[in-house]
């Protein structure tokens, strides 16, 4: 079992920064991608960032120019940098991540959800 855990959400004014961790935990022999996506009420759940092992990243164009996924591999963790944040990125935020888990069945594949950080940008 993979385990996730977000923290850094909270209330900004508009223009304002945040900056949210995951960090993975449990029986994880390699990871894959990691990801952030975010849900507002309402509204489906959408991708806004990915990065991939090799450190390729993907961004929702709502937030290219604006926010910078990373990962520290070491710490098994995927950061999102949010900066310029407008009230339309008020949602909770889920972090995602994939890869393959040691069983006694040998590696198995993963693909793990957090439990979400609620965001929210008002003044």
């Known amino acids: 079992q993979v385990q996730l855990v977000e923290s850094g959400g909270g209330l900004v004014q508009p223009g304002g920064s945040l900056r949210l961790s995951c960090v993975a935990s449990?029986?994880?022999?390699?990871?894959?991608?990691m990801g952030w996506y975010r849900q507002a009420p309402g509204k489906q759940r959408d991708m806004v960032a990915v990065?991939?092992?090799?450190?390729?990243?993907n961004y929702a164009d709502s937030v290219k120019g604006r926010f910078t996924i990373s990962r520290d591999s070491a710490k098994n963790t995927v950061y999102l940098q949010m900066n310029s944040l407008k009230p339309e990125d008020t949602a909770d935020y889920y972090c995602?991540?994939?890869?393959?888990?040691?069983?006694?069945?040998?590696?198995?594949?993963?693909?793990?959800w957090g439990r979400g950080t609620q965001v929210t940008v008002s003044s």
């Open positions: 995602r991540v994939g890869g393959l888990i040691s069983t006694f069945l040998g590696r198995r594949p993963f693909d793990s």
């Open positions: 449990g029986s994880i022999f390699s990871i894959n991608n």
């Open positions: 990065i991939t092992s090799g450190d390729s990243t």
